[in-house]
């Protein structure tokens, strides 16, 4: 009944959704956006407490019951490890720094009615007055059922042409973004170097932004969030099927210095980014009906230095209540693991670890080893290797899973979660290095360690 539905949804938001136009694209184009990030970055213990929030209220986010009208939220704001992109909004264009994030779907960003108004600095908010290409949405579009409404909702006049369509999303904390939903024109660089013009791509307008999720430290100073995710209102589906419904990106090392810059690729484009997707390997993505934004895919095995751990295979399964299975979210920095599985992995990494354990661990932190007179500790750290659905290997080194923590401690960067309110979580931290792609067409996801440093 589940699969029917989802399908169902998919089918109809095809024909809810506002065609978006683009002007000057090749059909060998793609879009490339430099994925930034903000300093000072958070240390392992905000990041473990952000993570710990985020995943909180995605889970939170489960509806019982699914339905073709899908609420498009964010769970961005809740996250410590965020991406984010410099998007150009209206004619002529207006730049804001947004959050990039596969956990969500919503589109938003903040605005103000101003005309001439010196409250707010430029590339701070959206002034649609100043766009000469803003349209709002109409309480009777088909579109606006794709959103979260205001609780009650205002009654819709559908004899008065302006009567817009209203967005209100609530978070866990009481945090709030309102205002409106529209339309606009967005500017992005191609490949080649051009500049495209997207027409129509339909995000929220939000005037009315207060609490701490939105507007407080945990934002870090963002304009509003590019949600990514599988919903039909997301960035990723509003442009993908003119770009082959699919997007990738590579996260690199931020700590580097200098940091090598990160980019968001949507589109597949040819030449030797052709030859390097050639070379991913692919797992399928899997659709939980009641968390249908999410990237869920089966993980089936871990491994130890070339061991299988004995882990049953069922604790990776989602569930009849949507609870379990395995999500990969760019706007968690730590990753997470089914309690059973992580407790059979940290005995198994105690056993094999040749470091002494620290003194103190790091608070928040299960596994700290003591590195002190060692020039290279990832030579010598157990290597982990995960296995997913299709035959798809994922070994990540050991700095994608063990971080400095303090001076001379480094800690495993892998926290345990209850598979019966939460899944496991192949964060960010753990992606760096490596290309992901996420097919959208095939239902598949593709990753590889080739094909991050072409251009």
Same mark, same amino acid.
């Given at each position: 009944?589940?699969?029917l ?16 136009y ?74 804001l ?36 290409t803003f ?19 205002p ?10 369509c ?20 967005t ?16 995000f @929220? ?7 701490q ?10 304009? @509003? ?5 599988? @919903? ?7 442009l ?13 090392d931020?700590?580097?210095?200098p ?27 899997l ?38 299975g395995?999500?990969v ?46 020039s ?12 997913f ?11 994608n899973?063990f ?18 309110? @939460?899944f496991s ?7 760096q ?23």
């Open positions: 009944m589940f699969p539905i989802v399908v169902l949804c998919s089918f109809l938001s095809l024909f809810l959704l506002p065609p978006v683009l002007a000057a694209v090749t059909d060998d184009e793609y879009l490339k956006l430099p994925l930034l990030r903000k300093s000072p970055f958070p240390s392992p213990t905000q990041a473990l407490a952000s993570d710990t929030r985020r995943l909180h209220f995605l889970s939170l986010r489960r509806k019982t019951v699914p339905f073709v009208k899908s609420p498009v939220v964010s769970g961005a704001s809740s996250g410590s490890g965020q991406y984010f992109v410099d998007l150009r909004i209206g004619q002529p264009p207006q730049s720094l947004l959050i990039a994030d596969t956990g969500s779907d919503l589109v938003w960003v903040k605005c103000s009615a101003c005309r001439n108004c010196s409250q707010h600095s430029p590339a701070t908010v959206f002034f649609p007055r100043h766009s000469a349209s709002p949405t109409h309480c009777y579009d088909p579109i606006c059922r794709l959103v979260p409404n205001p609780n009650p909702a009654k819709c006049n559908h004899t008065r042409i302006h009567s817009t209203p967005y209100e999303y609530a978070y866990a904390d009481g945090s709030l973004t309102s205002g409106l939903f529209a339309r606009e024109t500017t992005l660089k191609t490949s080649s170097g051009r500049e495209a013009n997207l027409k129509r791509v339909a @929220g307008c939000g005037f009315r932004i207060s609490g999720s939105v507007s407080g430290t945990s934002f870090n100073g963002a304009h @509003g969030v590019m949600g990514l995710g599988r @919903g039909p209102i997301s960035f990723a589906s509003q993908g099927r003119r770009f082959g419904n699919k997007f990738s990106y590579c996260l690199m931020y700590t580097l210095s940091p090598p810059t990160s980019y968001l690729i949507i589109g597949g484009g040819g030449g030797n980014r052709s030859n390097a997707v050639s070379k991913l390997s692919f797992t399928p993505l659709t939980n009906p009641l968390s249908p934004t999410f990237y869920y895919v089966r993980l089936r095995s871990v491994f130890i230095n070339g061991a299988e751990l004995r882990i049953d295979r069922s604790i990776w399964e989602i569930d009849g209540s949507g609870n379990g395995t999500v979210d760019s706007g968690t920095t730590l990753a997470f693991l089914a309690d059973p599985a992580y407790r059979l992995l940290i005995a198994a990494l105690r056993r094999r670890i040749r470091l002494p354990m620290a003194a103190e661990p790091t608070s928040g932190f299960d596994l700290c080893v003591n590195v002190s007179g060692i290279k500790p990832e030579k010598i750290m157990p290597r982990l290797k995960f296995e659905a299709g035959g798809a290997v994922f070994v990540p080194p050991p700095r899973y971080i400095e923590t303090e001076e001379q401690v480094q800690c495993l960067a892998i926290q345990s979660v209850n598979p019966k309110v @939460g979580v192949i964060g960010n931290l753990m992606q290095g490596f290309l992901f792609e996420f097919d959208r067409d095939r239902s598949r996801l593709g990753f590889s360690r080739r094909g991050c440093a072409l251009p």
